[in-house]
């Protein structure tokens, strides 16, 4: 699958909606194809916009999901109207799901500041 991008103030965005996303992993996973996904709202595109080398992270990634709706909603203006939002929790929750049918195996780093 080649995954279409529509660029919002500097950052190309996934014009994907969440079956799209979940297909795109799967074929990532499936080819052993190593890959990151940002999930990016307005805020992370403003901060993208002033700061160089978080624009570079999301501009690298294999997929920047559209979690909020003015990304949406831009993406329909541009012609991509298939585009729907990306929630990041609903996105885990569904990977997690297709894992128990699949056996995808997870990495969770992070969260250090939870055990204080």
Sequence with gaps: MIMRRVNILGVDVSAINL????????GWIAARRRNYVCVAGVHGIMESWRDNRLRSIYNHAGM?????????????????????????????????????????????????????
Excluded at 19 to 26: G, I, K, N
Excluded at 94 to 114: D, I, K, N
């Design 19 to 26: 079956s799209e996303a979940l297909e795109q992993l799967q």
């Design 64 to 116: 920047v999901a559209p979690d909020g709706m003015p990304l949406v909603w831009l993406s329909w203006c541009r012609g991509f109207n298939t585009v729907a939002r990306v929630y990041g929790p609903e996105l885990m929750l569904a990977v997690c799901e297709r894992s128990a049918a699949t056996g995808w195996r997870h990495f969770f780093y992070g969260g250090g500041a939870w055990n204080r």
